[in-house]
T-cell receptor, first 111, second 115 residues
Framework: EAGVAQSPRYKIIEKRQSVAFWCNPI?????LYWYQQILGQGPKLLIQ????????DSQLPKDRFSAERLKGVDSTLKIQPAKLEDSAVYLC?????????FGPGTRLTVT | AQSVTQLGSHVSVSEGALVLLRCNYS??????LFWYVQYPNQGLQLLLK??????LVKGINGFEAEFKKSETSFHLTKPSAHMSDAAEYFC?????????????FGTGTRLLVSP
């Protein structure tokens, strides 16, 4: 069974630029998550989707971050404009039962 | 609010020594607890989970954890460390609400294994 796929794996941008990340969850998983992991910290939930609807986006900085999950499968997370403090690893996960399965992440560096 | 606290940002052991990584939880309801491992430049991999069945949970790679309600702890152990165990380990608690379920992670413990 294929795991959670994410791209790109690495991205370097300048502040005030925009960036987008893509995630393809495990086939059949209705629930998809985006987490932000800042260096030296545990992952922090940004947004949760159930199929193509948002369940929880209370921790998403909506002035600059947006996410969508069209057709209830793939998802994209966008940052516009990026700030220095957005440098982090962005992890996508999908849920089967009570377990969450994580992708390899996208490491974003904002200079 | 449900949360977990991991004591010790770094733990160093020698190869073959006992590994003990500490996690304490805070929850007003019976918690679902998880341990994940993260190798450099990789995502998180589930080691084991506690879902209110047996209090001693066995996971992959020889790791196990014991749920102790009286101590609000869920410490991760392995009898004999291998070099390949060097990684970051995260304890997490599942938080469930109306229509949502998410993981709240601790700050992580980096395990260093020396020859």
């Amino acid at each position: 069974e294929a795991g959670v796929a994410q791209s790109p794996r690495y991205k370097i941008i300048e502040k005030r630029q925009s960036v987008a990340f893509w995630c393809n969850p495990i086939s059949g998983h209705a629930t998809l998550y985006w987490y932000q992991q800042i260096l030296g910290q545990g992952p922090k939930l940004l947004i949760q989707f159930q199929n193509n609807g948002v369940v929880d986006d209370s921790q998403l900085p909506k002035d600059r971050f947006s996410a969508e999950r069209l057709k209830g499968v793939d998802s994209t997370l966008k940052i516009q404009p990026a700030k220095l403090e957005d440098s982090a690893v962005y992890l996508c996960a999908s849920r089967g039962g009570r377990e969450q399965y994580f992708g390899p992440g996208t490491r974003l560096t904002v200079t | 609010a449900q949360s977990v606290t991991q004591l010790g940002s770094h733990v160093s052991v020698s190869e073959g020594a006992l590994v003990l990584l500490r996690c304490n939880y805070s929850s007003s309801v019976p918690p679902y607890l998880f341990w994940y491992v993260q190798y450099p430049n990789q995502g998180l991999q589930l080691l084991l989970k506690y879902t209110s069945a047996a209090t001693l949970v066995k996971g992959i790679n020889g790791f196990e954890a014991e749920f102790k309600k009286s101590e609000t702890s869920f410490h991760l152990t392995k009898p004999s460390a291998h070099m390949s165990d060097a990684a970051e380990y995260f304890c997490a608690v599942s938080v469930t609400g109306t229509g949502f379920q998410k993981l709240v992670f601790g700050t992580g413990t980096r395990l260093l294994v020396s020859p």
